[in-house]
């Protein structure tokens, strides 16, 4: 009994531990800070093409224009959500499957401020 609960106790804080670590590879929409850029859905809406390509994930604004290119799958997967806020398309990949931690993570090299709660 005593290993069971040994054994219980360590996937515990191991799924938590995980949990945690995911949590500060996905970006949030926390606290604006002191200088840095807010843009509003209409400000984002103007870079809505391949070659200009804003999107609002989870309250974060990227330019996603570098990155087209280099994405996996085609740009034109990427396109329909260029000006627009694409938070599902990222939680989603467009059926049903969340992207990678590392895919989330990687959105950091494109972030160019956060968006403005109206």
Not at 39 to 59: E, V
Not at 99 to 115: D, K, Q
Request: hydrophobic residues 45%; proline residues 6%; glycine residues 8%.
């Amino acid at each position: 009994m005593k290993s069971l609960s040994f054994i219980a106790f360590i996937v515990f804080w191991s799924v938590a531990g995980t949990l945690f670590a995911l949590s500060l590879l996905v970006p949030g929409s926390g606290p604006v800070s002191a200088g840095e850029k807010t843009y509003t859905l209409q400000d984002i809406a103007r870079h809505n093409r391949t070659d200009d390509c804003w999107m609002a994930i989870a309250g974060q604004v990227y330019d996603f224009s570098r990155f087209m290119p280099k994405h996996p799958a085609p740009p034109a997967i990427l396109a329909v959500w260029c000006g627009k806020e694409a938070t599902q398309g990222m939680k989603t990949k467009g059926y049903g499957n969340d992207h990678s931690p590392a895919a989330w993570a990687m959105t950091e090299a494109y972030r160019i401020g956060v968006l403005k709660k109206e």
